[in-house]
């Protein structure tokens, strides 16, 4: 009996790496490499948009700057629409770089009593020093 050889279906491969966030998440990645490469795995995948896809990118993403996302009151995003994870993702991003540059300088604004904030830059150290900011 001879074995069938099948044509590798591309996008069918590219959903499956979308299954496994160890294989598509941020991990080490910046954001800016992060969103880069889910674009991509997005378009060889073929997914549309929707909230399947906007809960694929939120699984993916780190989890200090999923957790921020999560404490938003009012600019969430919407899960229908995953370009604006991508700006809220962003923005929250350099929120995080804009409380890390400040604890730098004035060192006295943040106490231990707010909530924990890692620099993005560490977000994917292993040992990531943590500096407290205040609850938004």
């Known amino acids: 009996m001879k074995a069938e050889s099948f044509p590798i279906d ?6 499956l790496v979308l299954r496994n966030r160890k294989q598509y998440g941020q ?3 910046t954001l800016d490499e992060y969103i880069d490469f ?8 073929a997914y549309p948009d929707g909230l399947q ?6 699984d993916g993403l780190h989890p200090v700057l999923m957790e ?25 991003w350099q929120l995080m ?4 540059d400040l604890s730098q300088a004035h060192p006295a604004l943040c106490s231990t009593s707010m909530v924990t904030l890692q620099h993005p830059a560490f ?7 943590a500096l407290a900011t205040p609850a938004l």
């Open 97 to 100: 770089e804009i409380w890390w």
């Open 68 to 92: 921020h996302i999560d404490n938003l009151a009012e600019a969430h995003p919407d899960d229908k629409q995953v370009a604006s994870w991508y700006k809220v993702a962003w923005d929250q």
């Open 10 to 15: 591309s996008a069918k491969s590219t959903a």
């Open 53 to 58: 896809l906007c809960l694929t990118f939120q």
């Open 123 to 129: 977000l994917h150290s292993v040992s990531a020093p």
């Open 27 to 29: 991990g080490k990645r």
């Open 38 to 45: 889910f674009q991509v795995l997005v378009k060889q995948a």
